[in-house]
């Protein structure tokens, strides 16, 4: 299986405990997920953030309803938390996210180990392109929501 990696970082002109508590509570991700997938959660709110929790959500991935359940496998306030898709559209993902001081705020680092099926061809396609349009408006939504 053909792993790819993608690195992210954005600096938020926020305190680490504030950037952390915004990412701890799941029902934000809806706000840094682009409408075009039409995002949302299953699990019944407020999920208690912890390892091993399961959160359920529904995309459209190009138009097309999928199911995606991920899995908290490291959680340490205000620093990092991983979490792992269990059943979704992608072979693997493994998304670290970590939060580190900096002067004035906060960089909020992004770590994505993850494979899709039909392998290189597929990714350069189609997710390479899709993750780039995913996280720039994540960062857009981040610049917003914190300035």
Avoid: C
Avoid at 16 to 43: M, Q, S
Avoid at 63 to 69: D, E, I, Q
Avoid at 96 to 114: C, I, K, N, S
């Amino acid at each position: 299986m053909k792993e790819f990696v993608m690195n992210r970082e954005q600096f938020v002109p926020r305190p680490i405990a504030e950037v952390f508590a915004f990412y701890a509570d799941a029902g934000n991700l809806e706000h840094l997920t682009p409408p075009w997938l039409r995002f949302e959660i299953v699990t019944p709110t407020p999920v208690v953030m912890r390892p091993g929790t399961l959160i359920d959500y529904r995309i459209r991935m190009r138009g097309l309803p999928m199911r995606w359940r991920s899995r908290i496998t490291a959680w340490d306030p205000p620093h990092r938390f991983v979490d792992e898709q269990v059943a979704g559209p992608y072979r693997l993902w493994i998304h670290t996210h970590e939060f580190v001081p900096a002067p004035g705020g906060t960089l909020v680092r992004d770590h994505v180990r993850f494979a899709v099926p039909g392998g290189a061809l597929v990714h350069r396609l189609f997710v390479a392109r899709d993750l780039e349009r995913i996280f720039a408006y994540r960062a857009r939504q981040l610049t917003v929501l914190f300035s």
